[in-house]
């Protein structure tokens, strides 16, 4: 039972699904990004209409420019929102007019000032979100030949998301997204510890009221400390294998619609050669059996790289903030627990239950995206495998099939 009323405690939890703010708009976005899950079942009997599965439709429009408009809206959003001011930094009064202006204004309010503001490794960490997003919609486009045209409710759907994603990872990063209320079923008093001693005298005087993290997304001000963190580190290495592996397997791809002599990988350029059939000048067939790499285990190495380029991501990202383990009590101190008291003593950190980080983490814009993603991705790559074994056929069918035997649809050797 205290492990339930702790999830109902820190599960983000909107006043109203009408937003009366910033603040509202963000915890809605939130549940919006848990929710993801529970539209797995639609996911896996409805495939969205583009690429391999796209059909003729009066509603289709060009695949490439749908691909750039879709994309492009994550990167925009994520700038706009990692810029402007916190979002409780707009109070609903008299003079801020409608509930609408007052929703407006605390959602975008960009300022190139707030840059000085904010913590060196949350830059380096947005530099990161925005180089994925640059390569996703504007360098992918422009190197890929002409897609498939795509259904008009993909790009529609695919900007709601990415609006959503765009505003909770800018809020988290720019340390605008509203402060962290801890529960006092997540702190962990029973330890004998001078700090938690100290910490329950201090908060009985101030009526053991529940402290709050301002800006729980933004690492510490010290950045000679977090940029040379192992856990930092390791994160932001692991970003950049992600990324790197999941813009090589998408060049295979885009390598099987080019023609021969245009072809980027050393993979599919050895492969057009074994093919005494294949023009050099001529543009190669619409789909064919992707080779090299991941993808001698997995139809989908580019899904599996992603997961790995956010996962990691969010790791940095948790790394040092101040309800990571591995934030020190003088990182914290920049964190007030109660802001607007005056504290005579630096007051220290109580630590949290496991239980409490992990959700904590779980529920933080940088993990939910990945949690977000991981569904619809999976049920795609499932189909996209069976699309593949039914049109070239699995090798040892008796029937002349083509399609590796042993490859999986995203996990090597389980799914």
């Known amino acids: 039972m205290a492990v339930l009323s702790l999830l109902v405690q820190l599960f983000p939890r909107p006043t109203t699904l009408w937003p009366q703010n910033g603040e509202d708009v963000y915890k809605l976005c939130q549940l919006a990004f848990l929710s993801t899950p529970l539209a797995l079942p639609f996911l896996n009997a409805v495939q969205a209409p583009f690429g391999r599965f796209s059909a003729p439709s009066r509603f289709n429009v060009n695949g490439n420019l749908g691909w750039f408009l879709m994309e492009i809206v994550s990167p925009v959003t994520f700038l706009v929102s990692f810029l402007s001011q916190p979002l409780d930094s707009v109070e609903s009064d008299e003079s801020s007019g409608s509930t609408l202006v007052v929703v407006a204004k605390s959602l975008v309010s960009p300022s190139l000032s707030r840059l000085s503001e904010i913590p060196v490794a949350n830059k380096l960490l947005a530099t990161l979100f925005v180089i994925h997003y640059f390569?996703?919609?504007?360098?992918?486009?422009?190197?890929?030949?002409?897609?498939?045209?795509?259904?008009?409710?993909?790009?529609?759907?695919?900007?709601?998301?990415?609006?959503?994603?765009?505003?909770?990872?800018?809020?988290?990063?720019?340390?605008?997204?509203?402060?962290?209320?801890?529960?006092?079923?997540?702190?962990?008093?029973?330890?004998?510890?001078?700090?938690?001693?100290?910490?329950?005298?201090?908060?009985?005087?101030?009526?053991?009221?529940?402290?709050?993290?301002?800006?729980?997304?933004?690492?510490?001000?010290?950045?000679?400390?977090?940029l040379t963190h192992p856990l930092f580190l390791l994160g932001v290495a692991g970003w950049a294998i992600g990324f790197a592996s999941n813009v090589y397997h998408d060049e295979i791809l885009l390598d099987l619609r080019r023609p021969k002599a245009d072809r980027v990988t050393k993979v599919m350029r050895e492969d057009a050669e074994k093919d005494e059939a294949a023009d050099s000048k001529s543009p190669s067939p619409k789909y064919g059996i992707p080779k090299g790499g991941l993808y001698k285990f997995v139809s989908y190495p580019n899904y599996l790289s992603e997961w790995l380029e956010w996962f990691s991501f969010a790791i940095a990202a948790y790394s040092l903030t101040p309800i990571s383990p591995y934030c020190t009590q003088q990182l914290r101190d920049r964190f007030p627990l109660y802001p607007g008291e005056i504290m005579p003593i630096s007051l220290p950190f109580p630590p949290l239950l496991t239980f409490a980080r992990v959700l904590i983490f779980l529920t933080s814009p940088p993990a939910l995206f990945l949690f977000m993603e991981i569904p619809p991705m999976i049920a795609r790559a499932v189909s996209g495998h069976d699309w593949y074994q039914k049109k070239f056929g699995v090798e040892g069918d008796g029937k002349g099939g083509k399609y590796p035997k042993e490859r999986k649809a995203v996990i090597p050797g389980l799914l």
């Open 135 to 226: 390569n996703r919609a504007v360098l992918n486009p422009l190197r890929a030949p002409r897609r498939s045209p795509m259904h008009l409710s993909v790009p529609i759907a695919a900007v709601l998301v990415n609006l959503v994603n765009g505003f909770l990872m800018g809020s988290w990063l720019g340390g605008r997204s509203p402060a962290l209320l801890i529960p006092s079923a997540a702190l962990d008093l029973s330890r004998k510890t001078r700090a938690t001693q100290k910490f329950k005298s201090i908060a009985s005087r101030l009526g053991n009221r529940p402290p709050t993290i301002s800006a729980p997304g933004l690492l510490p001000q010290d950045s000679s400390t977090v």
